[in-house]
């Protein structure tokens, strides 16, 4: 292979390991926003406990995208994507409970 060749995988191996750590601190950071919704919730911040939970929801429908865009998704080993779909799974589940409390 050619230094030109060699220097464009190596380039391509870091695009892809960058996207991967991309999608996990965004995967952490929606619990965060959620863990934290619920904490002010429970302290009787209403406010901030929406405003947190509108964040959880942006960065989850930011990684649902980008998961869903091919440009993106076949850069993603199928153990990555189970990883991240779990994540969002579990995500999800904790959004809903938060939007609906009672049920």
């Known amino acids: 292979m050619s230094d ?8 391509e191996s870091q695009s892809d390991q960058n996207r991967i750590e991309f999608l996990r601190t965004e995967l952490a950071a929606c619990f965060t926003f959620v863990s934290l919704a619920e904490t ?3 302290i009787g911040n ?3 406990a929406k405003h947190s939970a509108a964040n959880a ?3 989850y429908s930011t990684l649902k995208q ?5 440009k993106h998704a076949t850069h993603i080993s199928g153990e990555e994507r ?8 579990e995500l999800r ?4 409970s938060f939007a609906h409390p009672e049920s």
């Open 4 to 11: 030109t060749a060699d220097q464009s995988a190596d380039l």
């Open 40 to 42: 002010e919730r429970k």
């Open 46 to 48: 209403e406010e901030h």
């Open 57 to 59: 929801e942006k960065a």
């Open 66 to 70: 980008f998961l869903s865009d091919p």
């Open 82 to 89: 189970q990883e991240f779909t779990e994540g969002l799974e």
């Open 93 to 96: 589940r904790k959004l809903d």
